[in-house]
């Protein structure tokens, strides 16, 4: 069964703090991306890449960092965490072929 | 940036009931999906539908893209069905990069 596979489930780090999200996938898809959910807000996208090392910024890219070093690997990087960052993060990823998302099953995180 | 509304923002079935969810957009699109959020926050993807029809079980979903709508329909609905429904649609601008609505809060009661 294919999958994207986030690290953590549920995570609480402390202000100031560098946070690494990590999302894998096993479907050999060029595209991957990083999404933040808030009631209220839905889903917002942060980051997305397209290949390796290659990244763009999405609509709320301020306070994160991305990094693509393998195909199958897209990192999410609080550099410095604070409590406006306590979300649900959500790791996707999609084929260069007209074909939707999959999606992780997410990272709830608090920052306190 | 495209704008995508989604309608009803909450509805609430008796089991074994059909419905219908609305997704309207602001722009013409080349990439439309349905989303199905279960209560534990895993998000599945129902339908891949720029334009046409397709029908996957009791589900099915419907995209008119030149009159920038689309519709999910629920026939015979199950208290699995409960979540949140969200269309997501994107443009021309590559990478499949979508924009999400807001979604339509479902709950099934037996």
């Known amino acids: 069964d294919v999958k994207v596979t986030q690290s953590s489930r549920y995570l609480v780090k402390r202000t100031g703090e560098k946070v690494f999200l990590e999302c894998v996938q096993d479907m050999d898809h060029e595209n991957m991306f990083w999404y933040r959910q808030d009631p209220g807000l839905g889903l917002r996208l942060i980051y997305f890449?397209?290949?390796?090392?290659?990244?763009e910024k999405g609509d709320i890219p301020e306070g994160y960092s991305v990094s693509r070093e393998k195909k199958e690997r897209f990192s999410l990087i609080l550099e410095s965490a604070s409590t406006n960052q306590t979300s649900m993060y959500l790791c996707a990823s999609s084929s260069i072929r007209p074909t939707g998302y999959t999606f992780g099953s997410g990272t709830r995180l608090t920052v306190v | 940036g495209i704008q995508v509304e989604q309608s009803p923002p909450d509805l609430i079935l008796q089991e074994g009931a059909n419905s219908t969810l609305r997704c309207n957009f602001s722009d013409s699109v080349n990439n439309l999906q349905w989303f199905h959020q279960n209560p534990w926050g895993q998000l599945i993807n129902l339908f891949y539908?720029?334009?046409g029809t397709k029908q996957n079980g009791r589900l099915s979903a419907t995209t008119v893209a030149t009159e920038r709508y689309s519709l999910l329909y629920i026939s015979s609905s199950q208290t699995t069905d409960s979540g949140v429904y969200f269309c997501?649609?994107?443009?021309?601008?590559?990478?499949?990069?979508?924009?999400f609505g807001t979604g339509t809060k479902l709950q099934v009661i037996p």
């Open positions: 890449s397209y290949d390796v090392k290659m990244k």
């Open positions: 539908i720029p334009s």
């Open positions: 997501a649609v994107g443009g021309s601008g590559g990478y499949q990069k979508v924009t």
